[in-house]
């Protein structure tokens, strides 16, 4: 059975800093591409960042980065999503997701095209 536990998620401060983790289990990720997605109240689930399993390949959603990183370590099965700067309106649920492959175009970012998600970890800035 297919696991994603997302961690890291709290309440801070505009400005402040969070690294959120997702550890995946049950089966193995080999090629499959591992990204976050966030859902603020009210609104639909959106892309933020994914990462290929091997090579540099990686995509945020526009305007993030260079404020967020993701990285993932292969060998742990596990994907992080550092975030610097906070501010309040990147307040959200954010959920892991895997995908097997990747895709520079629109799929990538699509969250219907991901087969497996985690149930999410809350992120809330204040002003």
């Known amino acids: 059975q297919v696991r994603l536990v997302e961690s890291g998620g709290g309440s801070v401060q505009t400005g402040d800093s969070l690294r959120l983790s997702c550890a995946a289990s049950?089966?193995?990720?080999?090629?499959?591409?591992m990204a976050w997605f966030r859902q603020a109240p009210g609104k639909e689930r959106e892309f933020v960042a994914r990462?290929?399993?091997?090579?540099?390949?990686?995509a945020y959603a526009d305007g993030l980065e260079g404020r967020f990183t993701i990285s993932r370590d292969n060998a742990k099965n596990t994907v992080y999503l550092q975030m610097n700067s906070l501010k309040p309106e990147d307040t959200a649920v954010y959920y892991c997701?895997?995908?097997?492959?990747?895709?520079?175009?629109?799929?990538?970012?699509?969250?219907?095209?991901?087969?497996?998600w985690g149930q999410g970890t809350q992120v809330t800035v204040s002003s």
């Open positions: 997701a895997v995908m097997p492959g990747w895709s520079w175009g629109t799929e990538g970012s699509t969250a219907a095209k991901y087969d497996y």
């Open positions: 049950g089966r193995t990720f080999m090629g499959y591409t």
């Open positions: 990462k290929s399993y091997t090579g540099p390949h990686t």
